[in-house]
């Protein structure tokens, strides 16, 4: 079975903050997807990492896949209230074939 | 907007009823799958189909079943229901049939309570 640990599970900070969240397994994945989910409302895709090493940004968000293909982190610089949500990293692939393995969730606030 | 639709938004229910869940998939996409979420086991995959056909199949109970129609629209059924089935529904979609690298699009999902 696959197993995702995401930490934190909990965030609280200041706007302009920085910040990083973790995802960690100790199973291969082909790629890892990070999606950022509003209360009542599905996940909403941020990214899609697919290669060992592999750095992208999407504006003050960073995401990096680890060399191995076990490991995702997301960073955010300058955190804003607006970036306030659930994080969830979801591994695919693997011995998972098309199914996503999600990790717990990282619950993000950030104060004004 | 993510194109993945999901009806009915909301549902509430008995214990020991039977009901069913709608999702249509982005235009284009093949491949549909079913998750849960609860408070404590958080996003569960449940089931996927890829055009007409069961492709993985995940902690989905034997109380609970799936299919997709020939227009690719996917209906997740929940009998038996109990207390513990409370929980979000989702459906997501993705154009291939599950390779790996697949980006998969949520929709807004079904909330359940039963009563």
């Known amino acids: 079975t696959q197993l995702l640990e995401q930490s934190p599970q909990f965030l609280s900070i200041q706007e302009g903050e920085n910040l990083t969240v973790y995802c960690n397994s100790s199973s291969v994945f082909s790629s890892l997807q990070w999606y950022r989910q509003e209360p009542g409302e599905g996940p909403v895709l941020l990214v899609t990492?697919?290669?060992?090493?592999e750095v992208k940004k999407l504006k003050r968000l960073t995401f990096q896949f680890g060399d191995a293909r076990k490991d995702s982190s997301l960073h955010i610089t300058a955190a804003q209230p607006g970036d306030t949500g659930l994080y969830l990293c979801a591994g695919a692939g693997g011995t998972s074939y098309g199914k996503l393995t999600f990790g717990q969730g990282t619950i993000l606030t950030v104060h004004p | 907007d993510s194109g993945v639709t999901q009806t009915p938004k909301h549902l509430i229910t008995a214990t020991g009823q039977r009901v069913t869940l709608r999702c249509s998939p982005r235009?284009?996409?093949?491949?549909v799958y079913w998750y849960q979420q609860s408070l404590d086991q958080g996003l569960q995959f449940l089931i996927q189909y890829y055009n007409g056909e069961e492709r993985a199949k995940g902690n989905i109970l034997e109380r609970f079943s799936a299919q997709q129609f020939p227009d690719l629209h996917s209906e997740l059924n929940l009998s038996s229901l109990e207390l513990g089935d409370s929980a979000l529904y989702f459906c997501?979609?993705?154009?291939?049939?599950?390779?790996?690298?697949?980006?998969?699009?949520f929709g807004p999902g079904t909330r359940l309570t039963v009563l």
């Open positions: 235009s284009g996409d093949l491949s």
């Open positions: 990492v697919v290669t060992g090493g």
């Open positions: 997501a979609s993705s154009h291939t049939p599950g390779t790996g690298n697949d980006e998969q699009f």
